[in-house]
């Protein structure tokens, strides 16, 4: 059905067997530093001279900025500087956007003329100390002439909604419909159409520390060094540059660990900017760290918030032949990232089953709300539910088992292509589906659920198997354009290895801060399985954007596939002249040679060997032991470009490979719900993961866990609530409620192993999975235990309002 | 999210305190306790008062101790010293059961049972506790000290009896015979509740002698429900007359909704709950029918 021929696919690999550290649950490197308190984060830093900026929110969802009065506050003890909107607009350009029209919904550090929702900034005070910043932010005196807010996308798009923006001319900053295979054609031969209408509301990360910057501008050298808990990635941080409208190599961005990202501190430029505007301007170093409502109302970094009308075409027997799907996003007030989010939706949009055709239309509302960025599954997750919500409807509908309907239309042939033109590379859903039946001891719940309910209990049985898509592709931020503005292909990521004149080895990243996920672990250990030395020997360390190589950083469960793919690369460097020395030492001929636990050695004679460290040695300080064209020391670097992505058809009817490396999992949560109060309590709950060959199984469990905690919250707690004027309601955690250990429950994981035919020991992507799986498991969960009595729950979060609404809706219509 | 400046005065005796709110009963001058609650409101801006009196060196408040029937508890015993103590376990444990609610461990080390009270949330367990076990409020002011019944103690949402240059200086709780239930919903555990319990229930011989029953989170300040504890009084209880007793109660309900549960569903979860505590005090009461 594709209009294009495909490109051939890399060549597959073979996979080292009998590995040594890859696949061991070693103790993550980096645990001793953060354990201890010593991990750096932004509030930790200090440096002489340093000031501390605070932003002024904005009270309204939606008005016109009529002027501001800052003498005050600007006279107050200890005040450096007071800068408003207008101001920061002279000081700066507009904030990097990879939105559709960005001239038409520009997007600065501080609102200009008008305010778009609740907490968006409109002036920054620059002062000794942040309780004196705060202090004269209560003296800025703004005036504001408000205007009607818009909070609901569906009413947004409709005629006569208030403008968001004025130049856009709509709220709609972008609309198309794809159709991929022969839509018409499965939807009329369909024996079943089943249809229906979904609402995920938003949410988002949370990290412990907030985003935060502390910017330095020297006005000697003109350069601007920028610590910030964001991302060092050099592939586009000369748009930051850009921004405050320096030169690209007088710009220095420092990574900090990020105390939790998931997403949420992706590209996070704002924080870094204003910084950087206040320390240009005043001449000292300026911490800007965003306080929890700061983070909360203005982080830009809102996840999905999606309404959807679907439509799946189905057979009696339980095949299912196509999908239709019409999603309204309410985006917010901007829309930094495009619809990139349902990019990462087409990536795996039919899930783990054969169909052959997808429509998908995709409308992005602007609304006045803080707007979306990045939330671990960037909008996958969503699809992931939406799907599974679908089947799951379809079985009820026709009468199929959930198991079994499932099974049915797996895809068991790989590589497989699915309709949007993006590549499965392999997989095994039935090993996994086996695992996760046996794990969650599926039969003994279904019988313990036939016993509730003979007691009035309501428990329901959640099982899902989805998608967890890694190593994303450019293309799918462009993809939706025929004429892109920035039709980018490169996604790389490099690697420095050092071997010193010990035999240790450094390695050098280039834009993964610790953010929540293990570089540093995964780096050791890959290192590690090259060099057969101690993981924890390993040192590790941050290069700034200033002299970065070419990365771009983690995002789309990239990071251990793409540094696996450089220290490889990096490696073979290398050894290839560690080789060449080793065989000059010992006069022997290099094809003779192999390397041996740890060091090079002649065929069959042990005896005849130099380790690494014999090598480094020399080749650090023996110049003249060698031929004079080998160059002294032992390091060198990898450029590694993303392993497997093609371009999109110039029709986009196919969309090309955008994300190959495709994880699996299933997910059987068991709930109990209390019809009284429209509450779900965990009895137990079991994941099963395919994220191909484990690096470290523990840190790989770990993130399972977290991911479905955070799933657990998508599904029944956290909501950003806007009211109908805009206002935000859950601006602290006293509302904006997160899952603790006590709503956690125990997690039982199980994990399957199906290498990637492409990457390195054929691993796979799995930093987002607990998070793509629980809120569609735990949806299936509440509307399985509660089928019973015509309840069905299409709306996350399940809030004990909407349950015990739903709960009587089907009273009422039982009894009326 | 920090606080605008304030003075700070730590003083060591109940006079002294008292005096010094008075000297600054201009200045916007108020108690600190555990600073639970206090603390947040400044850290938001949404209090902020000139003059903080720290009550947490005043020995003399974070006494526990029995007067013949009456348990006594000073204003700065801490909550988690409160869950614990066993003069309580034994004089009111409808308290220490209720304690265990309240918020996280780590907050009511910090908590006072005493702040809890003067702060007055309507969804805060230890007000329908007072409020259920008819306790008395002691004020100590520059004109000496005066008592207040709790059922006139909560004025509105975080307000009280206690007058401007007075502090609250004792809880004294009377000994209550029967079954004792505290029950509630919150939404996460340690939040705010949505709607709380707090029930005593007293049988003789198989009959309802004396119940008390409060609900908290569901009206501005904690109520009584008197109209179940009207109905449940003199009946042999079974799950009927519980029914009613409990429909009563739930019919003078109009709780204010909000994120958490709109009006419909706190009243729902106020019907679920009272039954529950209500069951739950019975099952401690002894025997019954
Ligand atoms: C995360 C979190 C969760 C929480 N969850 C709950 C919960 O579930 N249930 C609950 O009830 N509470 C909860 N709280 C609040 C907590 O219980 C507080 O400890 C309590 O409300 C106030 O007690 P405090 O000693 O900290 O008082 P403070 O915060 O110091 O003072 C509170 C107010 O009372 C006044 N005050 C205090 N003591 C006196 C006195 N002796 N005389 C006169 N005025 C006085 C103060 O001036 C102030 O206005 C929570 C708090 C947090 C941070």
Redesign the interface.
């Known amino acids: 059905m594709t209009t294009m021929d495909r490109p051939d696919a890399p060549p597959v690999r073979t996979h080292k067997e009998n590995r040594k550290w890859v696949g061991q649950s070693i103790r993550r490197v980096e645990d001793p530093k953060f354990l201890r308190g010593r991990g750096g984060y932004i509030g930790d830093m200090t440096v002489p001279g340093m000031l501390h900026a605070a932003v002024l929110r904005s009270p309204h969802a939606h008005a016109r900025i009529t002027g501001i009065d800052a003498a005050e506050a600007l006279a107050a003890p200890g005040v450096h500087a007071v800068i408003t909107g207008a101001q920061a607009a002279q000081l700066c350009d507009p904030l990097p956007d990879f939105g559709p029209d960005p001239a038409k919904h520009t997007w600065r550090c501080l609102a200009v003329d008008k305010v778009r929702y609740v907490g968006e900034g409109v002036a920054v005070v620059v002062a000794d100390s ?2 004196l910043a ?2 004269a932010l ?1 003296l800025i005196d703004v005036e504001y002439e408000p205007l009607p807010a818009v909070v609901d996308p569906e009413r947004a798009l409709a005629d006569g909604a208030p403008l968001v923006h004025d130049d856009l001319g709509s709220n709609c900053a972008y609309e198309r419909t794809f159709d991929f295979g022969d839509v018409e054609r499965d939807f009329a031969e369909a024996d079943v159409i089943v249809t229906d209408r979904l609402r995920w509301h938003r949410s988002g990360g949370q990290p412990l520390e907030t985003v935060g910057a502390l910017a330095d501008f020297d006005h000697a050298t003109g350069e601007l060094t920028v610590h910030t808990n964001s991302l060092s990635f050099t592939s586009y941080l000369f748009m930051v540059a850009g921004t405050m409208k320096i030169p690209a190599n007088k710009l220095d961005i420092r990574p900090v660990p990020a105390g939790g990202s998931f997403g949420s501190k992706l590209f996070a430029t704002k924080p870094a900017v204003i910084a950087g505007m206040c320390s240009r301007e005043v001449g000292h170093p300026v911490q800007y760290l965003e ?3 700061d983070n909360i109302s203005n982080c830009d970094h809102h996840g999905s918030d999606r309404v959807y009308d679907v439509r799946l075409a189905m057979m009696r027997d339980g095949t299912i032949r196509g999908i239709d799907i019409d999603t309204v996003e309410d985006y917010g007030a901007y829309i930094q990232f495009g619809v990139g989010h349902h990019g990462n939706a087409l990536a795996q949009v039919v899930g783990p089953y054969a169909m052959t055709s997808v429509r998908y239309r995709v409308r992005a509302a602007m609304t006045n709300k803080n707007q979306q960025g990045a939330y671990r599954g960037f909008g996958s997750e969503v699809n992931n539910w939406m799907l599974e919500q679908m089947v799951d409807k379809a079985a009820r509908e026709l009468d199929l088992d959930p198991v079994a309907i499932r099974r049915q239309n797996f895809i068991r042939e790989f590589p497989h292509f699915i309709p949007t033109g993006n590549v499965y590379d392999s997989g095994d859903y039935d090993g996994v589906l086996d695992k996760a039946l046996e794990l969650s001891d599926y039969k003994h719940w279904r019988a313990e659920q036939a016993k509730a309910r003979e007691e009035g209990r309501c428990i329901g049985i959640g099982l899902i198997t989805a998608q967890e898509r890694s190593v994303f592709s450019a293309t799918e931020f462009w993809f939706w354009f025929d004429e892109p503005g920035a039709p980018v292909t490169s996604m790389p990521e490099s690697v420095t290895l050092k071997v010193d004149a010990t035999g240790g080895i450094t390695a050098t990243l280039y834009s993964c801060a610790f953010w929540g996920n293990s570089p540093e672990t995964m780096v050791a250990q890959l290192v590690a399985e090259e060099f057969d030395c101690d993981p924890h020997d390993v040192a590790i360390v941050y290069q700034g954007s200033k002299n970065g190589l070419p990365a771009t950083g983690p995002g789309g469960s990239r990071t251990t596939v793409m540094l696996a793919g450089a220290v490889e690369g990096a490696t073979a460097k290398i050894k290839a002249k560690a080789l060449r020395a080793a065989a000059h030492l010992l006069e022997a001929n290099p094809d003779d040679m192999e390397w041996v636990d740890g060091g090079f050695q002649v065929k069959g004679v042990p005896e005849q060997r130099k380790s690494l460290a014999d090598i480094a040695v020399m080749l650090h300080l023996f110049k003249h032991s060698f031929p004079e064209d080998m160059e002294s020391g032992l390091e060198d670097s990898k450029v590694f470009d993303h392993p497997y992505t093609t371009m999109p058809s110039a029709d986009r009817k196919d969309l090309g490979v955008f994300y190959p490396f495709m994880g699996h999992a299933c997910h059987v949560p068991v709930v109990e719900v ?1 019809l ?4 779900v309590s965990f009895l137990a709950y079991a994941a099963v993961h395919d994220c191909g060959t484990l690096v470290n199984p523990r840190s790989l469990a770990g993130h399972i866990v977290g991911g479905t905690a955070q799933g657990i919250g998508t599904a029944l ?1 956290e909501e950003f ?1 806007y009211d109908d004027d805009g206002q935000l ?2 601006s ?1 955690y ?2 904006y ?4 250990a ?2 956690v429950p125990e997690l039982k994981i199980g994990h399957h192993e199906t290498p990637s035919p492409y990457t390195l020991h054929g691993i796979k992507g799995g930093g987002e999975g607990g998070r793509m799986m629980a809120p569609a498991a735990i949806n299936v969960a509440v509307n399985d235990a509660l089928a019973h009595l015509g309840v069905r729950v299409t709306e996350l979060p399940i ?3 909407r349950l ?2 739903a709960i ?1 809706a089907a009273k009422s219509r039982e009894s009326g | 999210m920090k606080p605008p400046p304030f003075q700070y005065a730590a003083p060591t005796s109940v006079a002294e305190a008292v005096e010094l709110l008075g000297a600054h009963a201009d200045d916007d001058a108020r108690a600190l306790a555990g600073g639970q609650s206090l603390v947040p409101l400044m850290n938001f801006r949404l209090a902020q008062p000139a003059y903080l009196i720290d009550l947490r060196r005043i020995e003399e408040l974070t006494r526990i101790r029995t007067e013949g029937d009456t348990l006594v508890i000073g204003a700065m015993v801490r909550q988690s010293h409160a869950e614990h103590a066993p003069e309580i376990a034994v004089g009111a444990p409808l308290l220490a059961e209720a304690l265990g609610y309240v918020a996280h461990p780590p907050i009511r080390n910090s908590g006072t049972v005493g702040g809890s009270i003067a702060h007055a949330d309507p969804a805060a367990e230890l007000p329908a506790v007072v409020l259920a076990l008819d306790a008395e409020l002691v004020l100590a002011g520059l004109g000496g000290t005066r008592t207040v019944a709790a059922a006139d103690f909560f004025t509105g949402p975080f307000s009280t009896a206690i007058g401007s240059g007075e502090i609250l200086t004792e809880v004294r709780i009377p000994r209550r015979a029967g079954g004792h239930a505290f029950v509630e919903f919150a939404r996460t555990h340690g939040n705010f509740a949505l709607v709380g319990v707090a029930a005593v229930v007293e049988l003789d011989g198989g009959t309802v002698a004396r119940a008390s029953i409060a609900l908290s989170g569901v009206a501005p300040v904690p109520v009584r429900a008197t109209a179940a504890e009207e109905a449940l009084t003199g009946t042999v209880p079974d799950d009927a007359s519980i029914r009613a007793a409990v429909d009563a109660a739930v019919a003078g309900l109009s709780p204010a909704g909000d994120v958490h549960g709109g009006r419909e569903t706190r009243t729902d979860i106020a019907r679920s709950y009272l039954r529950r505590g209500i069951e739950l005090a019975l099952s401690r009461a002894g025997d019954r029918r």
């Open positions: 942040r309780y705060e202090d209560a306080d929890r409502v209390d009284e109060t429209g509450s707690y609530v309601l859950t602290s006293l509302d409620l997160i899952p603790s006590m709503e809030t004990p309002d015990r609404a009587r």
